[in-house]
T-cell receptor, first 116, second 111 residues
Framework: DTGVSQDPRHKITKRGQNVTFRCDPI?????LYWYRQTLGQGPEFLTY????????KSRLLSDRFSAERPKGSFSTLEIQRTEQGDSAMYLC??????????????FGPGTRLTVL | KNEVEQSPQNLTAQEGEFITINCSYS?????LHWLQQHPGGGIVSLFM???GKKKHGRLIATINIQEKHSSLHITASHPRDSAVYIC?????????????FGKGTKLSVKP
């Protein structure tokens, strides 16, 4: 499988618990992006990495959220002390780097989080 | 007002009809993306364009940079085209990573 994969696909948790999601990008892609999508809305940017460096974080990414890409390959997104408002689809995408216009992003299937 | 606006929000068509989905944006951009999202969440990139027109199969995307407007056309629509179509832009001078998304247009094609 050469696409972007995400794990788990679904996660149900109780308020206050910590959750961690994983994203495996396309192997030759050096850029990796995290987005959040709530019901009926378009995705919203959370953060992105070029290799292992986290180059930008959205103001949506509160201090309860942390993302890592330690070896420049897979990435994890952790949410601490989850709240019901964190319920959403968390999407990961990857792309090659370079070019002022950016490059086509390839999306994973998403992780749907439900906080009870 | 959102920086990326799509119209219509919902669209129902009969199989075979020609479909147009519109996207208007208010920022200078370096690229515009059209994406397709099926129930269950998976997103597929359809087009990335910065000028002119692109065609892939029954899909055509056009962009007018001066008017800050793009359209996605589907010819000879089919029930399998039923999905949410999302327009996203990368603002000129903005972060390389930060796409700004519209809310999507939900298309339903009836047999």
């Amino acid at each position: 499988d050469t696409g972007v994969s995400q794990d788990p696909r679904h996660k149900i948790t109780k308020r206050g618990q910590n959750v961690t999601f994983r994203c495996d990008p396309i192997s030759e892609h050096n850029r990796l992006y995290w987005y959040r999508q709530t019901l009926g809305q378009g995705p919203e940017f959370l953060t992105y990495f070029q290799n292992e460096a986290q180059l930008e974080k959205s103001r949506l990414l509160s201090d309860r959220f942390s993302a890592e890409r330690p070896k420049g390959s897979f990435s994890t997104l952790e949410i601490q002390r989850t709240e019901q408002g964190d319920s959403a689809m968390y999407l990961c995408a990857s792309s090659t780097g370079g070019g002022t216009g950016g490059n086509e992003q390839f999306f994973g299937p998403g992780t749907r989080l439900t906080v009870l | 007002k959102n920086e990326v606006e799509q119209s219509p929000q919902n669209l129902t068509a009969q199989e075979g009809e020609f479909i147009t989905i519109n996207c208007s944006y208010s920022v200078g951009i370096s690229a515009l993306h059209w994406l397709q999202q099926h129930p269950g969440g998976g997103i597929v990139s359809l087009f990335m364009l910065s000028s002119g027109k692109k065609k892939h199969g029954r899909l055509i995307a056009t962009i007018n940079i001066q008017e800050k407007h793009s359209s996605l056309h589907i010819t000879a629509s089919h029930p399998r085209d039923s999905a949410v179509y999302i327009c996203a832009v990368r603002s000129k001078g903005g972060s390389q990573g930060n796409l700004i998304f519209g809310k999507g247009t939900k298309l339903s094609v009836k047999p």
